[in-house]
């Protein structure tokens, strides 16, 4: 599979702890997405690079949450002092940067806060 | 601030009845419309943009500016379309994030 991929596919954790998921993106993609999508809802946007840069920032990220794209290829995301509330599927996408580029999802992380 | 709004949780149709799944927006510039599906154990996957104007599956979905809808349809339901679909917008000129509903989850039974 050369999509879009994410590690690890499920994490328990207890409240308190910190938690870092990766993803990888498709290769020749230059922008990386990560979104949140908790039961019952639609992915909502996080924080999204265009190589090692984070261009942008949801008010929904708070201070807890940290994003990185080191060498612009993968990237990583951090959650510390995990909450019950930030129990979801973490879901990441890349795609070109060119305008109308379709955005390619991974299968996401799903995160459970015991 | 911009908002896809899906009425439907749950739509049950019969193996070759039509179907319409609704999707309305509400955007104050010119905004990109797009379908994704999530077939059972897949990923998210991208089912048809509103600039294409093309035909997946059978499924069209022709964007309706003066009623900010963008509601997907196909003629005849085959079992295989059961799944959870998603809208999601795109603002033009910014960072391509996308804005999605809460999503229809598409059941066809026999």
């Known amino acids: 599979d050369t999509g879009v991929s994410q590690d690890p596919r499920h994490k328990i954790t207890k409240r308190g702890q910190n938690v870092t998921f990766r993803c990888d993106p498709i290769?020749?993609?230059?922008?990386l997405y990560w979104y949140r999508q908790t039961l019952g809802q639609g992915p909502e946007f996080l924080t999204y690079f265009q190589n090692e840069a984070q261009l942008e920032k949801s008010r929904l990220l708070s201070d807890r949450f940290s994003a990185e794209r080191p060498k612009g290829s993968f990237s990583t995301l951090e959650i510390q002092r995990t909450e019950q509330g930030d129990s979801a599927m973490y879901l990441c996408?890349?795609?070109?940067?060119?305008?109308?580029?379709?955005?390619?999802f991974g299968q996401g992380t799903r995160l459970t806060v015991v | 601030a911009q908002r896809v709004t899906q009425p439907e949780k749950l739509l049950s149709v019969f193996k070759g009845a039509p179907v319409e799944l609704k999707c309305n927006y509400s955007y104050s510039g010119s905004p990109e419309l797009f379908w994704y599906v999530q077939y059972s154990r897949q990923r998210l996957q991208l089912l048809l943009r509103?600039?294409s104007r093309e035909s997946i599956k059978g499924f069209t979905a022709d964007l309706n500016k003066g009623e900010t809808s963008f509601h997907l349809k196909k003629p005849f339901a085959q079992e295989e379309d059961s799944a959870m679909y998603y809208c999601?917008?795109?603002?033009?000129?910014?960072?391509?994030?996308?804005?999605f509903g809460t999503g229809t989850r598409l059941q066809v039974t026999l």
């Open positions: 996408a890349s795609s070109q940067v060119m305008g109308g580029a379709e955005a390619f």
């Open positions: 509103h600039i």
């Open positions: 290769s020749e993609h230059n922008r």
């Open positions: 999601a917008l795109r603002s033009t000129g910014t960072a391509s994030k996308l804005t």
